[in-house]
């Protein structure tokens, strides 16, 4: 069986577009706790909405988690179950004048 296993997924740093987290194999765990983090946010109407999608077979993804619509500063965290062995995250950014957030999500696997 796997040791519990801590993850970074995006890290602290200024974002203005959507970013697609790297594919994670995680069939080897049964609990998932998410974090994310957002410490500052700027532009008009700005938006960040952050979901994880799982697949069985690395091509197809279904969405599975998401936070709540962050619009400032604020941190949330899930607990996931039911996953399909492949995990990734996916951060999209929206509004107008240039909309920059900057944001951590981690996430801790328990075996």
């Known amino acids: 069986m796997a040791n519990n296993r801590n993850i970074t997924v995006f890290d602290f740093t200024d974002q203005t577009a959507t970013q697609t987290g790297g ?18 946010a700027s532009g008009t109407d700005e938006t960040l909405d952050v979901k994880f999608q799982h697949s069985v077979d690395g091509a197809v993804w279904l969405d599975h988690t ?15 179950a039911n996953v399909c062995g492949v995990v990734r995250a996916v951060a999209t950014i929206g ?3 240039t909309p920059t957030f900057t944001y951590e999500l981690k996430v801790t696997c328990k075996a």
């Open 66 to 80: 998401s936070f709540t619509q962050a619009t400032a500063a604020t941190s949330e965290l899930k607990t996931m």
């Open 95 to 97: 509004g107008t004048a």
């Open 23 to 40: 594919a994670m194999d995680l069939t080897d765990y049964k609990d998932f706790h998410a974090i994310l983090s957002v410490t500052a």
